[in-house]
């Protein structure tokens, strides 16, 4: 209730105003009262007009909001009652008091109202008001009564707190409000009375819906009825459960008064309302319950009321008041009956108690009280005594009381509270039915007689048999017959039967519990009052348990009877025996343990008999129930019965039957009650027996009368019992220390000395120390008898002495296994592990079988006994071994799991045979076991371990790895390093407490070895820790195993990183106070080790890695975060090994790479000598790619070397020879102008001062070279080329080459003098050679003189003149053509070797001869040819200066014939550009690996390549076309366009050469020639099969002409397989089927938009390309359909998804693709989502239709709605504009014709208009444009018939939808359709137009019968589908 319905409830009867409320009432229905009222509406007059004040009195705005308050909307509602809440509280008593009248009429209607927010609201504005108001509230207090106490009572507790909220404010006081309820005693009845009068078609005046109205009416009823009950009892003085009276004692003023009023009223409204019956039958829950309220009130306070009809009448009613189902009406139902049936008790008599009442009381016992068991379950005892016993046969009643109690237990899932309420209810029921028989019966004998028929047929046949599980078979499940007698039944004949149906009948064991504690609470209540009652229980209770005994083996069930009683005695010692009963042992236990026990002994196997006795054991004690055990034993029986015998002998008698009779009894074996039988021995055990008692099982389970300290023969038959039994000792003495049960003074088991003793020493030894076979029971036994399963366990029953000797066995298993490995490294970890003297001690071994089994037995035992080797001290080196054989076992294993999965590998190494392959696979199973166990030891145990232990287990494992890495094959190491990695990572992650140590480990990991430390010998014994470097001779030949160890050592730094292996840092608290005090760490790097990465960087590869690719990374980042220390730091030290190795071994003849700019990773590693290699690598990183070290470490290094470079007087030429690495490394650091220093003045001056020192060194090398000769004369012993060399390397440029190289130049600093040496030294190999010897000179000689020339035009080209020019780009060109004839000739011999291959030939002979035929036989060749494309790109730059620099500067290069020079310089370069790419092309038809080949070559000269491809970019149409012409003249199998195919789609692809390749297809003179070849043949072919015979020159010429794509680009235009959809995203293939489709979409873009080439074009799309392409592009966007809803333009759009939008724009709005291909390399997910929106943007601009169609076809709706989505937000926006631009521009109209736009609305108007007809066309475009198609529609016509405007509609309609292009053209060629037909032009009568909507021929080919005139299109189309040559109108032969 509450809900509002809003609008959509209304109706059209409900009214709008308040005038038309009134006109809808009844006429006569009632008269209009006082002011315009009728009880609780109100009438406004007809003739007052809607503006008028109908408050006149009243404040303006709170009439205002008065009158809102009659609206029907409930938020309009709300606001008034806010509004007047706040007004109310502004305004003063006096102003408030003015309107209580008004407000009182409002008040009464609105706490009627539906919504029960309005409600509330209206309370707490009454609780405004009576604030404001206070004492004048008096005058007015009678008519607010009767609704304010209504609203205490509203159904919502929202609503009614409020209202009580509201009148506590108008009268704090109790007693006030009593007050206040007395003097409107009678007004509130009146109201009261009015409300429960109502009708809900009476309750409102307006016509609301019929559900509101009736909820409303039953919330009025239900509050009207409780308000009218507590009135009621709050007069009468009762004041339980009464809000707001419970502490008032005195009697109020005028009480008397108003109690007769309410006498009045009250016996007014029983009598009107017919004593309430009538809402005793509503629908409503509330109303029903609200009537037993005032029902109940009425009983109390108004007896006289009731007259003899009104009882018989309520009697039936009230009595009968059980079949009441709903759950919140039984409170007051249970009180109303309770009260009544105690009332008039006579009521009893006047109904038909059988029908009426017990019928219905019986089903609502039997269905749980209908789910409110908590509230009548307690009331039932309370019923029972209120019934007549006259008016009931008490016998047969109370029979059928809790036979329908019973049944209704398990009703409707009952709580645990349920449960709880009914078992108590039954108990209380049953004791009070047993205590009244007297009710029921007279005399003695019947009493008797009743109560033990209760006895029998309820606690025992009814509750006992259903704890037992019980069903007597003669009922079925009942024990009533019909009629309510008992149906008897043996318990043979129960129990026989039970099994049948205890499925049925089983209960959740909480019930059963519960049930269990009734019955145990119903004897301990007759056992002190009704004692013969209790032994008629025990004798049943006695048959039953011995029956189902004697059933036990037999029937399967009766073990679960017998459970029952295990657990009923379990219950009965928690619930009466520790409480001090006596009467379990005295009437249940005693003697049903005197007869069952010889029972029991005469079975074989019976474990829930015997666990029965062990219950009654442990509850009663030891002696008691061995009293009763053995009372019919004739050993002093008389002892134990009467008890005469001292408690000597009693005991001394116990222990003889203990000894003689239940141990051997008890230890029996190979049955189920082993268990069983143990858990009783342990129960008879007794705290001053115990010694003996203890002594006695063990010699009998172990067979040793007097145990040796040499482990001899055990009984291992009883080995299974001992393990049973010590394990139930174990688990019972953890229970103890947990407290899981409470203490108990028979069990005195938690003292561990008392269960140690020799005999169990023994037999633990001797258990330990057997040989294979091993039963489970062995370890089992070992482990109870250890303990340390857990950590925390340190329960050993065992002396130190036997636990030692167990793990010395256990360890010498252990090692027996490793001893037998397959692997070296394993049998070498076992003799590391044996203690000293213990080889000649271990067991013989047979076979690997027992090995295995004996590692196996070992494992087990440890799994359960492993912490208890906690307890050894420091000294016992046991622990170290057993904890490092666990390790080294869980290795082998592991091991032997990973090569086993490569059967053809390592395994058939060490597998020879069968045997051993099984032998392997195992192992395998068995290593799975100990990695689990080794799991589970936690890092807390290894922790609280010794530190002699630790050292000790750390030692023998890092010896273990080192010897797995040195003696493993190496071709097996890609998978034993990661391996041996990770067992290092477990050695340090389990065993190093600190930083400290851990290093400590790493060291005896690292120290030298056999193959170890193969570069540097370091020195870790002493605090310096020194390295030095070692000769080549020097080191060792074993070079694979020191790979595999520096493999190892690569991966455990990837694991722990360079500050942990390399730096050895240790966190240490700071030596200051302050840091002291402050806790802060400070990094030390006491362990480094720079030693490792020299030697890691000269062995420079290893398997799986190599220095630059994982070594050089994590120590840049490493040296990227290293906080500085003071001294030297770990990278200095690394650098001076390095400079110390390489001054040592640095000499070499030949240089290693010749460049200008820093070297690259392939440059670096084409160096031969290792420690110059490692340092050039190790500076490259430092100074160039990360970016670590600065001008500071450039300068010292750079001082470093110039002290070196010179011995005496005495040039050092391995130095010389090794400065130009270096300072090609460091260069840019000491050139780079901004030479400042962050600190003082001084520091500046000092960095000036070295300033000056280089630059003054840097002019003594200018010099020393000028003084030697010209490198053209250069001979053998001469230093030419190395100081040239060095001199070079001091003048750094960038690679990037051009006008950036230029710039970045200028910015070094240079001085003027230098600059003038340099050009002198260029100048001087000029001048002092002979040019015409240059051909003549040395290779290395050209590599150095064309370096210079690089050097002297990036630095010097300001000061040249026109003869420097000249040389330079004579040079240049000379070296160009070099490389040109090379790669022409390598063209030349491929185009050969294919001419001359057959398709017989071998593949791979092939793949020999291409490789032959590419060789270079001089490398320098290319290096040369990069510098000159180098040097040009700087002639270039300079060029393009020209209008930044002062013109006076470069005048030497304002010559026409640098022009003529450049272009033929260009021409050679593409020439070279082209060449690569024939030779590719070529080379793919040779063979399938052929164009790798030749892809490869261009890898090894990188940088070469790039330069070609920007001088290809940059070149002009004119040289490209003179190139192109060139290479056709050329005459080889492939011409231009098929090269740069190749080099686009290269399988090895060069991102520049590529980007080239596109952009020369792209561009003039190749772009026409490059995306189609076109042919002639007819369009309409004729098929043999139909004998066409048709003049193919009668066809329009424009279907002649078919285009094709090219081969090269067919294949991912039009057959596009679908496993490109499957493909990953960056893959080759797919990267190339997107740049071909930018080739495509660009080529139409070009074109003009009626060009008939492109329409062939968009037209062969159309019909033959699929739309695979649309689907790859959109895996590239990650758009979800409903990002646009949310997107905002601030919110950062998901990866992918920014790109494509972003460039789908732009390809619209520029319609070019180059920015996404430029952008593509290299490639990444983002570059090819960048490249995929670009080609969906300009597809939407150039193919419209097509990707119509596919958006078309598409049928999963989820992605048509996400590509939709796309489309509209990201680019139908541009388009459309574009479309509505165009059309708005077109230049279309004339006197006939006309176009509007309208772009807001996406709208063209058309118009056309000819002579007297005329016709407006609109062409509607979608938002989604081009995706929807263009809707066309004829808005109106003149003059034109309908079968014309249609034609013309269609022909539009075809025009727009089919025309490829613009809208614009679409139009201007349906507007010449319109004119042909105006000029007499007969349509096609095929497609109903003039002009074909293709090709926008005219019909031409002419039918020779019917004369019509069709499209060659058309009819092609018509001939091609239907098959057949006739004329599609007169089917005459065409």
């Given at each position: 209730m509450g809900r509002p319905k809003g609008e959509g409830a209304r109706s059209k009867n409900r009214p709008s105003s308040s005038s038309l409320a009134a006109s809808l009432l009844p006429t006569g229905a009632t008269s209009v009262g006082f002011g315009g009222y009728v009880g609780s509406s109100r009438l406004d007059s007809t003739h007052i007009s809607e503006?008028?004040?109908?408050?006149?009195?009243?404040?303006?705005?709170?009439?205002?909001?008065?009158?809102?308050?009659?609206?029907?909307?409930?938020?309009?509602?709300?606001?008034?009652?806010?509004?007047?809440?706040?007004?109310?509280?502004?305004?003063?008593?006096?102003?408030?008091?003015?309107?209580?009248?008004?407000?009182?009429?409002?008040?009464?209607?609105?706490?009627?109202?539906?919504?029960?927010?309005?409600?509330?609201?209206?309370?707490?504005?009454?609780?405004?008001?009576?604030?404001?108001?206070?004492?004048?509230?008096?005058?007015?207090?009678?008519?607010?009564?009767?609704?304010?106490?209504?609203?205490?009572?509203?159904?919502?507790?929202?609503?009614?707190?409020?209202?009580?909220?509201?009148?506590?404010?108008?009268?704090?006081?109790?007693?006030?409000?009593?007050?206040?309820?007395?003097?409107?005693?009678?007004?509130?009845?009146?109201?009261?009375?009015?409300?429960?009068?109502?009708?809900?078609?009476?309750?409102?005046?307006?016509?609301?819906?019929?559900?509101?109205?009736?909820?409303?009416?039953?919330?009025?009823?239900?509050?009207?009825?409780?308000?009218?009950?507590?009135?009621?009892?709050?007069?009468?003085?009762?004041?339980?459960?009464?809000?707001?009276?419970?502490?008032?004692?005195?009697?109020?003023?005028?009480?008397?008064?108003?109690?007769?009023?309410?006498?009045?009223?009250?016996?007014?409204?029983?009598?009107?309302?017919?004593?309430?019956?009538?809402?005793?039958?509503?629908?409503?829950?509330?109303?029903?319950?609200?009537t037993y309220s005032i029902l109940g009130s009425f009983i109390r306070h108004v007896p006289h009321a009731f007259n003899q009809e009104?009882?018989?009448?309520?009697?039936?009613?009230?009595?009968?008041?059980?079949?009441?189902?709903?759950?919140?009406?039984?409170?007051?139902?249970?009180?109303?009956?309770?009260?009544?049936?105690?009332?008039?008790?006579?009521?009893?008599?006047?109904?038909?108690?059988?029908?009426?009442?017990?019928?219905?009381?019986?089903?609502?016992?039997?269905?749980?009280?209908?789910?409110?068991?908590?509230?009548?379950?307690?009331?039932?005892?309370?019923?029972?005594?209120?019934?007549?016993?006259?008016?009931?046969?008490?016998?047969?009643?109370?029979?059928?009381?809790?036979?329908?109690?019973?049944?209704?237990?398990?009703?409707?899932?009952?709580?645990?509270?349920?449960?709880?309420?009914?078992?108590?209810?039954?108990?209380?029921?049953?004791?009070?039915?047993?205590?009244?028989?007297?009710?029921?019966?007279?005399?003695?004998?019947?009493?008797?007689?009743?109560?033990?028929?209760?006895?029998e047929n309820i606690l025992l046949l009814l509750l006992w048999h259903d704890y037992l599980l019980l069903v007597n078979p003669k009922s079925q499940g009942s024990v009533f017959s019909d009629n309510g007698k008992f149906n008897g039944g043996s318990s043979e004949d129960s129990i026989q039967s039970s099994g049948e149906r205890t499925k049925e009948r089983r209960y959740p064991m909480s019930d059963m519990q519960e049930l269990g504690k009734c019955i145990i609470g119903i004897l301990s209540d007759l056992s002190t009052k009704e004692g013969n009652l209790l032994s008629t229980f025990c004798a049943k209770f006695q048959e039953d348990c011995l029956e189902m005994l004697r059933q036990e083996e037999h029937l399967q069930k009766s073990s679960e009877h017998i459970e029952q009683v295990v657990n009923f005695f379990s219950l009965l010692g928690n619930e009466a025996v520790q409480k001090g009963e006596k009467w379990p042992l005295d009437y249940l236990a005693g003697p049903l343990m005197a007869k069952s026990f010889p029972l029991i002994r005469s079975m074989q196997d019976s474990p829930e008999a015997v666990r029965l006795l062990s219950i009654m054991a442990s509850i009663f004690g030891p002696q008691e129930v061995g009293s009763q055990l053995f009372v019919s034993e004739t050993r002093d029986s008389s002892i134990h019965l009467s008890g005469d015998g001292d408690h000597e002998s009693r005991t001394k008698h116990f222990l003889q039957v203990f000894k003689e009779d239940v141990v051997p009894w008890c230890l029996r074996r190979n049955n189920r009650s082993m268990s069983a039988c143990l858990d009783l021995l342990l129960a008879l055990l007794d705290n001053e027996c115990f010694v003996e008692q203890w002594s006695s099982i063990l010699t009998y389970a172990t067979k040793l009368e007097n145990p040796s300290p040499v482990p001899g023969p055990v009984d291992f038959d009883h080995v299974a019992v001992l393990a049973m039994l010590m394990e139930k000792i174990r688990k019972e003495i953890s229970k103890r220390k947990r407290k899981v049960e409470p203490e108990s003074n028979i069990w005195q088991g938690s003292d561990l000395e008392r269960w140690k003793h020799k005999l169990l020493d023994s037999a633990a030894v001797s258990v330990a120390c057997c040989s294979p076979p091993f039963t489970t029971s062995y370890a089992c036994f070992l482990r109870s008898v250890l303990g340390g399963s857990v950590e925390d366990d340190k329960t050993s029953f065992l002396s130190r002495d036997a636990t030692v000797r167990i793990f010395e066995e256990v360890l010498k298993k252990i090692i027996i296994f490793l001893m037998n490995s397959s692997f070296p490294w394993a049998k070498h970890a076992s003799s590391l592990i044996l203690l000293t003297g213990e080889k000649d001690t271990l067991p013989k071994c047979e076979s690997y079988d027992n090995a295995l089994e004996m590692a196996q037995f070992a494992l087990e035992v440890l799994e359960g006994s492993f912490f208890c080797l906690k307890t050894f001290d420091e000294k016992c080196e046991l622990v170290s071994c057993i904890s490092a054989a666990i390790f080294i076992i869980d290795w082998e294993c592991r091991m032997a799991a990973q090569v086993t999965l490569d059967e053809g590998s390592m395994i058939s190494e060490y597998v020879g045979d069968g045997e051993s392959r099984k032998k392997f696979h195992v192992n395998i199973d068995f290593g799975e076991s100990i990695h689990a166990f080794r799991c589970k030891i936690s890092t807390d145990f290894w922790n609280s371990l010794s530190m002699h232990n630790l050292n000790r287990l750390g030692s023998i494992l890092i010896q273990t790895i080192r010897s797995t890495i040195m003696e493993t094959d190496t071709s097996y190491m890609e998978k034993i390093t990661p391996l041996c990695c990770q067992w290092m990572l477990e050695v340090l992650e389990y065993l190093c407490w600190d930083c400290?140590?851990?290093?400590?480990?790493?060291?005896?990991?690292?120290?030298?070895?056999?193959?170890?430390?193969?570069?540097?010998?370091?020195?870790?014994?002493?605090?310096?820790?020194?390295?030095?470097?070692?000769?080549?001779?020097?080191?060792?030949?074993?070079?694979?195993?020191?790979?595999?160890?520096?493999?190892?050592?690569?991966?455990?730094?990837?694991?722990?990183?360079?500050?942990?292996?390399?730096?050895?840092?240790?966190?240490?608290?700071?030596?200051?106070?302050?840091?002291?005090?402050?806790?802060?760490?400070?990094?030390?790097?006491?362990?480094?080790?720079?030693?490792?990465?020299?030697?890691?960087?000269?062995?420079?590869?290893?398997?799986?890695?190599?220095?630059?690719?994982?070594?050089?990374?994590?120590?840049?980042?490493?040296?990227?975060?290293?906080?500085?220390?003071?001294?030297?730091?770990?990278?200095?030290?690394?650098?001076?090994?390095?400079?110390?190795?390489?001054?040592?071994?640095?000499?070499?003849?030949?240089?290693?790479?010749?460049?200008?700019?820093?070297?690259?990773?392939?440059?670096?590693?084409?160096?031969?000598?290792?420690?110059?290699?490692?340092?050039?690598?190790?500076?490259?990183?430092?100074?160039?790619?990360?970016?670590?070290?600065?001008?500071?470490?450039?300068?010292?290094?750079?001082?470093?070397?110039?002290?070196?470079?010179?011995?005496?007087?005495?040039?050092?030429?391995?130095?010389?020879?090794?400065?130009?690495?270096?300072?090609?490394?460091?260069?840019?650091?000491?050139?780079?102008?901004?030479?400042?220093?962050?600190?003082?003045?001084?520091?500046?001056?000092?960095?000036?001062?070295?300033?000056?020192?280089?630059?003054?060194?840097?002019?003594?090398?200018?010099?020393?070279?000028?003084?030697?000769?010209?490198?053209?004369?250069?001979?053998?012993?001469?230093?030419?080329?190395?100081?040239?060399?060095?001199?070079?390397?001091?003048?750094?440029?960038?690679?990037?080459?051009?006008?950036?190289?230029?710039?970045?130049?200028?910015?070094?600093?240079?001085?003027?003098?230098?600059?003038?040496?340099?050009?002198?030294?260029?100048?001087?190999?000029?001048?002092?050679?002979?040019?015409?010897?240059?051909?003549?000179?040395?290779?290395?000689?050209?590599?150095?003189?064309?370096?210079?020339?690089?050097?002297?035009?990036?630095?010097?080209?300001?000061?040249?003149?026109?003869?420097?020019?000249?040389?330079?780009?004579?040079?240049?060109?000379?070296?160009?053509?070099?490389?040109?004839?090379?790669?022409?000739?390598?063209?030349?011999?491929?185009?050969?070797?294919?001419t001359n291959t057959t398709a017989s030939d071998n593949s791979e002979v092939t793949a020999k001869k291409l490789e032959k035929a590419i060789w270079i036989s001089d490398p320098y060749i290319m290096t040369i040819a990069r510098n000159a494309l180098f040097a040009f790109s700087l002639f270039c730059g300079l060029i393009e200066l020209q209008q930044e620099e002062n013109a006076e500067l470069i005048t030497s290069l304002q010559n026409e014939k640098w022009d003529i020079i450049k272009n033929r310089i260009l021409e050679d370069v593409l020439r070279l550009f082209f060449a690569t790419g024939i030779a590719e092309a070529i080379a793919s038809s040779c063979c399938p690996e052929g164009a790798s080949i030749i892809a490869s070559t261009r890898l090894a000269h990188l940088h070469f390549w790039e330069l070609v491809a920007s001088n290809v970019i940059s070149s002009s149409n004119h040289v490209r076309n003179v190139a192109v012409k060139s290479i056709e003249l050329w005459g080889l199998s492939n011409g231009p366009i098929s090269s740069l195919y190749a080099i686009l789609f290269s399988s090895k692809p060069t991102s520049s050469l590529q980007l080239a390749a596109f952009l020369i297809l792209t561009t003039e003179p190749l772009s026409h020639l490059a995306i189609t070849k076109e042919d002639t043949a007819s369009c309409l072919g004729c098929d043999s099969t139909d004998n066409l015979d048709i003049n193919q020159s009668r066809f329009d010429s424009s279907a002649e002409e078919t285009v094709h794509f090219r081969e090269e680009i067919s294949c991912m235009i039009e057959k596009s397989s679908y496993e490109i959809l499957e493909m990953e995203l960056v893959a080759q293939h797919r990267v190339n089927v997107f740049i071909a489709w930018a080739l495509v979409v660009s080529h139409l873009h070009s074109l003009p938009s009626s060009s008939p080439a492109k329409e062939r074009i968009v037209q062969c799309i159309l019909d033959s390309a699929d739309s695979i392409i649309l689907h790859c592009i959109f895996q590239h966007i990650p758009w979800k359909f409903g990002m646009g809803q949310n997107w905002k333009k601030d919110v950062q759009l998901p990866a992918g998804v920014s790109e494509a939008a972003t460039a789908a724009g732009r390809a619209i709005t520029t319609g070019?693709?180059?920015?996404?291909?430029?952008?593509?390399?290299?490639?990444?997910?983002?570059?090819?989502?960048?490249?995929?929106?670009?080609?969906?943007?300009?597809?939407?601009?150039?193919?419209?239709?097509?990707?119509?169609?596919?958006?078309?076809?598409?049928?999963?709706?989820?992605?048509?709605?996400?590509?939709?989505?796309?489309?509209?937000?990201?680019?139908?926006?541009?388009?459309?504009?574009?479309?509505?631009?165009?059309?708005?521009?077109?230049?279309?109209?004339?006197?006939?014709?006309?176009?509007?736009?309208?772009?807001?609305?996406?709208?063209?108007?058309?118009?056309?208009?000819?002579?007297?007809?005329?016709?407006?066309?609109?062409?509607?475009?979608?938002?989604?444009?081009?995706?929807?198609?263009?809707?066309?529609?004829?808005?109106?016509?003149?003059?034109?018939?309908?079968?014309?405007?249609?034609?013309?509609?269609?022909?539009?309609?075809?025009?727009?939808?089919?025309?490829?292009?613009?809208?614009?053209?679409?139009?201007?060629?349906?507007?010449?359709?319109?004119?042909?037909?105006?000029?007499?032009?007969?349509?096609?009568?095929?497609?109903?137009?003039?002009?074909?909507?293709?090709?926008?021929?005219?019909?031409?080919?002419?039918?020779?019968?019917?004369?019509?005139?069709?499209?060659?299109?058309?009819?092609?189309?018509?001939?091609?589908?239907?098959?057949?040559?006739?004329?599609?109108?007169?089917?005459?032969?065409?």
């Open positions: 503006d008028a004040n109908p408050f006149p009195d009243v404040d303006g705005e709170v009439a205002l909001h008065l009158k809102r308050l009659g609206r029907k909307d409930p938020t309009t509602k709300l606001k008034a009652l806010t509004s007047l809440c706040e007004l109310f509280k502004q305004k003063s008593g006096e102003e408030v008091a003015q309107i209580i009248p008004q407000w009182a009429f409002e008040y009464k209607r609105l706490l009627q109202d539906y919504n029960r927010e309005v409600r509330r609201a209206t309370n707490e504005t009454m609780t405004s008001l009576v604030i404001t108001v206070g004492r004048g509230l008096a005058p007015h207090l009678k008519s607010l009564m009767g609704p304010w106490w209504f609203s205490q009572f509203d159904p919502v507790p929202e609503v009614s707190q409020s209202a009580r909220q509201s009148l506590q404010a108008a009268f704090p006081a109790q007693d006030k409000r009593l007050d206040a309820l007395i003097l409107c005693t009678n007004e509130i009845f009146l109201y009261l009375e009015e409300n429960l009068k109502l009708t809900p078609q009476t309750m409102s005046d307006k016509a609301a819906p019929l559900d509101e109205l009736e909820e409303t009416h039953q919330q009025v009823v239900s509050s009207s009825l409780l308000a009218l009950a507590t009135l009621i009892d709050i007069l009468f003085g009762t004041q339980l459960r009464r809000p707001g009276f419970d502490n008032i004692t005195a009697e109020p003023k005028n009480a008397s008064k108003a109690r007769e009023t309410a006498i009045s009223s009250a016996g007014k409204i029983f009598s009107t309302h017919k004593y309430f019956v009538d809402f005793l039958k509503s629908q409503s829950p509330g109303i029903r319950s609200a009104t009882i018989k009448t309520l009697s039936v009613t009230i009595l009968g008041a059980f079949q009441e189902k709903d759950p919140a009406c039984h409170s007051p139902m249970w009180e109303t009956v309770l009260l009544f049936s105690k009332k008039f008790s006579d009521s009893w008599t006047n109904a038909n108690i059988q029908k009426t009442v017990l019928n219905r009381f019986w089903i609502f016992l039997r269905n749980g009280c209908y789910g409110s068991q908590q509230v009548s379950y307690p009331n039932l005892i309370h019923f029972l005594d209120t019934i007549p016993p006259k008016a009931i046969i008490g016998e047969q009643f109370l029979l059928n009381f809790f036979q329908n109690l019973w049944a209704g237990r398990n009703q409707s899932y009952p709580s645990s509270l349920d449960r709880l309420a009914f078992f108590k209810a039954f108990q209380e029921c049953f004791l009070w039915s047993v205590h009244n028989a007297s009710r029921y019966c007279n005399g003695v004998d019947a009493i008797s007689q009743f109560r033990v028929s209760l006895m400290t140590q851990e290093q400590n480990m790493l060291d005896q990991l690292l120290d030298e070895g056999s193959y170890w430390q193969s570069w540097v010998l370091a020195t870790l014994s002493n605090v310096s820790r020194s390295a030095t470097s070692k000769l080549k001779n020097a080191v060792d030949t074993h070079t694979s195993r020191h790979h595999q160890f520096v493999a190892f050592v690569d991966k455990l730094i990837s694991a722990l990183g360079v500050s942990k292996v390399i730096a050895g840092s240790v966190l240490q608290t700071a030596s200051s106070s302050a840091a002291e005090a402050a806790g802060e760490l400070v990094q030390s790097h006491s362990y480094s080790r720079a030693w490792l990465a020299a030697e890691m960087l000269c062995t420079w590869k290893w398997q799986g890695g190599n220095a630059l690719g994982s070594f050089l990374p994590l120590l840049s980042d490493y040296a990227k975060s290293e906080k500085s220390v003071p001294g030297e730091s770990l990278l200095d030290s690394i650098v001076n090994i390095l400079l110390g190795g390489a001054l040592l071994n640095g000499y070499s003849d030949e240089l290693s790479f010749s460049n200008i700019w820093p070297a690259s990773d392939d440059e670096i590693e084409s160096i031969q000598e290792p420690f110059l290699r490692a340092l050039v690598s190790l500076l490259s990183t430092l100074f160039i790619k990360a970016n670590v070290w600065g001008k500071e470490k450039a300068v010292s290094l750079y001082e470093s070397l110039v002290d070196k470079l010179f011995i005496g007087m005495t040039v050092n030429r391995i130095c010389l020879r090794i400065l130009p690495f270096v300072m090609n490394t460091i260069i840019k650091h000491l050139r780079s102008r901004s030479i400042e220093s962050d600190g003082s003045c001084e520091d500046a001056q000092l960095y000036s001062l070295k300033k000056n020192q280089i630059q003054g060194t840097m002019k003594d090398w200018l010099q020393r070279a000028l003084l030697l000769p010209p490198l053209i004369t250069w001979k053998e012993g001469q230093d030419v080329e190395e100081w040239v060399q060095l001199i070079i390397s001091c003048y750094p440029l960038s690679e990037i080459g051009g006008v950036g190289t230029i710039k970045m130049a200028l910015r070094r600093d240079l001085s003027h003098s230098e600059e003038k040496m340099l050009l002198e030294l260029f100048r001087k190999q000029r001048c002092d050679g002979d040019a015409s010897n240059t051909a003549n000179q040395l290779s290395a000689v050209q590599v150095i003189l064309s370096k210079l020339i690089v050097v002297s035009v990036a630095y010097c080209w300001k000061n040249f003149d026109v003869d420097d020019w000249d040389f330079v780009l004579s040079q240049v060109r000379g070296w160009i053509e070099s490389a040109v004839l090379l790669m022409e000739e390598i063209a030349e011999n491929i185009d050969n070797l294919v070019s693709l180059l920015f996404a291909v430029e952008s593509l390399w290299p490639i990444g997910t983002e570059q090819m989502a960048s490249l995929a929106g670009a080609l969906y943007g300009l597809m939407l601009r150039v193919l419209p239709a097509y990707v119509r169609d596919f958006f078309a076809g598409l049928r999963d709706r989820s992605t048509s709605s996400t590509i939709e989505s796309f489309t509209k937000l990201w680019c139908s926006p541009p388009l459309l504009e574009d479309e509505m631009s165009q059309i708005k521009m077109a230049n279309v109209a004339d006197e006939n014709f006309s176009i509007s736009v309208n772009k807001t609305a996406f709208e063209v108007v058309a118009t056309y208009k000819k002579e007297e007809s005329g016709m407006d066309l609109v062409i509607r475009l979608p938002i989604s444009y081009p995706l929807r198609p263009v809707d066309v529609d004829c808005t109106s016509s003149l003059g034109i018939s309908e079968s014309k405007k249609r034609k013309w509609l269609m022909s539009l309609t075809a025009f727009v939808r089919y025309q490829n292009g613009a809208l614009a053209e679409a139009i201007r060629i349906w507007k010449s359709n319109f004119d042909k037909e105006f000029l007499g032009v007969e349509e096609c009568p095929i497609c109903y137009s003039i002009i074909h909507t293709s090709n926008h021929s005219l019909p031409r080919l002419a039918c020779k019968t019917c004369k019509h005139k069709f499209h060659g299109g058309c009819l092609y189309k018509w001939f091609s589908t239907s098959h057949k040559s006739t004329c599609p109108l007169c089917q005459s032969p065409f």
